[in-house]
């Protein structure tokens, strides 16, 4: 597999992305409030803890040398160290469900963004060009809607509510720590200096490796998917091994680059924690010496008071470190996420655009030309004209452009130059949505959504009636099998219909386009999946739905179009020549040649 290159701008880029992301999060104000005020609160109390307690120390200390040289029982009372003890058990009560709070609302903070990130994915997704299908895998697509999307919201939980509330009780426990020893505060300070480089460093290194490891599980995601889909063909050509090989390599590339990712971002905590001890150590040293000999003021109170600083502030880094590297992965992630966001959209539709509720059929291009890239192109100066009512075939060689004319026909792509009219309004200034409803398509390769069978033939006409859904099935010579169905109509079918045959998928595809009743068919291949007699069948059902409406059909089986009042031969994207089926015989061309091949 070919290595990427993750290196980048990485420092700008990162920094856009996150302020991208929390933009996202402007419509949610009133609970990030909420959340910043529940998380000033907790951290004021965990913060004020250990300055009370060293009163607190003091005084339990001084009462129990008093009782001690009395000679009297030691107990706490209700009195003022009794009314302390109840203090600091309500700071840390309180500490207790401001945190739980907090935690509470950032969960819904976060999963609402997840949701308008997704779905602004899914409203993206109607927008985008069918170019952008052909040049990306299904499932790298499903990668960005799930495991990076889930990435982000696992980080927004827990990282950035602990970010926070790390960076606010840092600030805190260092001014109470210099408060008490601005000494000890130095040498604690000169330890997460250390710390703070080191973290630096691992970030860096842990966001290339972050955005490796979701490149190369949206890889696998897209090979898993691809292979799951084509298993039948896996299958009959014997070639299990090497699709094994290939997810053995993939998942391969995943572990590497998620063993690199979760190393650095695991190993700089107990670095840290090291770094964090010898400096406990050290200050612990400091104090109890000074506590002993009574220099600087310290007291047993203030020592344990500074010993808790410590452990609150260096606990603080120490999540920050690892707080920040998992918000690396989260940002390569939101960044892949917007990368796909701001992918080219097709052209809008034009604001003054054309009304036409039903065409009567009359089609033309004009001077057509057309490439995948403008500087490659595939199709040039293509013209021909659809009279109201006529069928136009179809025909040539695999990869000719035959899919390509009627993708250009439904604005699936644009056209480099020329143009394509609709009742002699250019499709260009109708909406798309305008546009496709004159159409009905019954493609090669169908596509029958989760549900029941009745849905699935009225998915172009939701409203209508079981009567209709029963008369388009008969025409289109399904209706018997359906009644053979465990509930009918009713019975519920999967995303695959696995439980159908093909041909019985496309005879609903073609029940469909029955019902839609549209004034322009395009017919891909829309017979290849039945047998003989079942073509027969639907064939007449054809010619009776086609009866006054203009209809595209792509064949390779000529035998099927020789009744077509024009026949358009493609070859390398063009049309070689066109007529009719005795036209195209007496010119003995590239047509006729095909014909006899098929008939010698």
Known sequence: MKERN???KSSQSTFRTAIRLFGQLKNQRFRLIVVSISILFYTVLNV???????????SLLHATSEAISNGLPFYIGWGALGQELLTMAAIYIFMGLFYCFQGY???SVAETLIFTLRRQISEKLHKLPLSFFDQNKPGEILSRVTSDLDKVSETLQTGLLKLISAVVTVIGSLSFMFYFSWKLSLVFLAFMVVCLLITQIVAKKNLQCATARQEELATLTGIVEEYYTGRDIIKAFNHEAESIADVENATENVRKTTQKADFLTNCVNPLIRLLVRISQVVILLFACTWVVTGKNGMTFGIAQALFQYVSLCSEPFTQASYMLNSMQSALASAKRTFDFLDGEEEIADSETHSVLKRATGKIA????????SPDKLLMKN?????ERGQKIAIVGSTGAGKTTLVNLLMRF??????????????TTSLTRKGLRQNFGMVLQDTWLFGGTIAENIAYGKPGATREEIVEAAKMAKVDYFIRTMPNGYDTVLDNDAANLSVGQRQLLTIARVFLCDPPVLILDEA????DTR????IGKAMQKLMSGRTSFVIAHRLSTIRDADRILFMENGNIIEQGNHEELLQKDGAYAALYNSQFA
């Open 6 to 8: 993750y290196n980048s």
């Open 48 to 58: 004020y803890a250990p300055y009370y307690s060293a009163r607190l120390m003091d």
């Open 105 to 107: 609302l950032m969960a």
């Open 365 to 372: 291009f004009k001077n057509v030309s057309f490439g995948y």
């Open 382 to 386: 293509i013209s021909f004209v659809a």
């Open 413 to 426: 792509y644009e056209v480099n130059g020329g143009k394509i009219t609709l009742d002699d309004i250019p």
């Open 527 to 530: 017979t290849s999946s039945v």
């Open 534 to 537: 079942t073509e027969a069948a």
